[in-house]
């Protein structure tokens, strides 16, 4: 189990040492608030991130002042960098002293520019972009990573469709914009994963052509209520859709020989037809699904299928009581999180 660990002004290098050899740590953090002396940021370096390149060196939440990021040279070894929750940062340039950065997260709201990408090396593997209050930002700086698997933007849609660019590119999310016109993403080879959320669409007809996509999820996207592009994936294997009150139904999914898994929450679904067109469907979960009664579920029951597990969540108590009740009789009910 990874462990998030704050940081403490008065550690001596033993304890920061016994901190590196503590496996479990995965993110070391620090109020932007705080002032960290010099003396411990360079033990940090030293003992800590020279030898544990997996730890993340993550700077959060300071919202009444702006963070000086000179310190960072200080700290050449970091390799995963998170600078999060924050509203202004000076001296961003400072992220070049990083010459081994892998991973970094600009989260910083009054940031006016992206141009501190120009300073990450060029063989980053992981970005995450978070929203800002201009609207003017640009995303043109992308196309300098050659090497990049995983990408997170949130609210920048100027030069989106450089990210079509980035070949090497298998996850991507997509956050807080217009998600009508994505079809740049089918000149990416290699993307297995695509998370789209709080934007706007009708429907995601241009995702017809990614001829890799394994996972699929869909999180509070404004007008949905189209998904039959999904019917054209064929590679997918799981499919997660939240908060979609306009989603009445799926399509056919007989040509999705490979997809075992559907995640359902809060999703307006009027009928389960489609669960028996899906040819390799073991695993079903829906949550506070407001519209179905157990009659669905027990419609469900019936219908001929490879489904081997089954969770349900309906609005009204009895509703939810009754379907429990003839899920557990049909013996697919299991709760054991097998869903997440």
């Not at 003992?47 to 000086?68: E, K, L, N």
């Not at 070049?96 to 300073?119: G, H, I, R, T």
């Not at 013996?331 to 054991?336: E, H």
Request: include cysteine.
């Amino acid at each position: 189990m990874s462990e998030r660990i704050e940081l403490k002004l008065d550690w001596t290098r033993e304890q920061v040492r016994q901190l590196a050899a503590n496996g479990e740590v995965s993110i070391l953090q620090f109020a932007a608030a705080q002032e960290v002396p010099p003396s411990l940021l360079e033990i940090l370096n030293e003992d800590i991130f020279r030898h544990r390149p997996d730890i993340t060196w993550r700077m959060y939440g300071s919202y009444a002042r702006v963070c000086d990021l000179s310190y960072l040279r200080l700290m050449p070894h970091v390799e995963r960098l998170s600078l999060d929750c924050l509203t202004r940062v000076s001296n961003a340039h400072a992220v070049e002293a990083l010459p081994k950065l892998k991973e970094f997260v600009f989260d910083v709201y009054e940031a006016d520019s992206l141009d501190v990408l120009n300073a990450v090396p060029t063989d980053l593997q992981r970005l995450r972009i978070g929203k800002t209050k201009t609207k003017k930002t640009d995303l043109f700086g992308l196309e300098r990573f050659s090497h990049l698997r995983q990408l997170v933007v949130a609210g920048h849609t100027r030069g989106l469709e450089v990210i079509g660019k980035l070949s090497t590119l298998n996850e991507v999310s997509l956050m807080g914009m217009p998600l009508s016109n994505l079809v740049f993403l089918r000149h990416l080879p290699h993307l297995h994963t695509l998370q789209l959320g709080f934007g706007s669409a009708q429907n995601l007809d241009t995702l017809a052509g990614l001829n890799a996509l394994r996972h699929l999820a869909l999180l509070r996207i404004k007008d949905l209520s189209d998904l039959s592009v999904v019917s054209q994936l064929e590679t997918l294997q799981r499919l997660t859709a939240q908060d979609q009150p306009h989603l009445a139904s799926l399509p056919s999914l007989a040509a999705l020989n490979d997809l075992e898994l559907i995640v359902l929450n809060n999703v307006g679904l009027k009928d389960l037809r489609w669960v028996a067109s899906a040819p390799a469907l073991e695993s079903l979960a829906m949550f506070q699904m407001p519209t179905l009664a157990h009659g669905d579920i027990q419609s469900l029951l019936r219908q001929p299928g490879p489904l081997r597990r089954l969770m349900v969540g309906l609005k009204s108590a009895r509703e939810h009581r009754l379907a429990r009740q003839a899920i557990e009789e049909s013996g697919l009910w299991d709760d054991g999180g097998w869903w997440r």
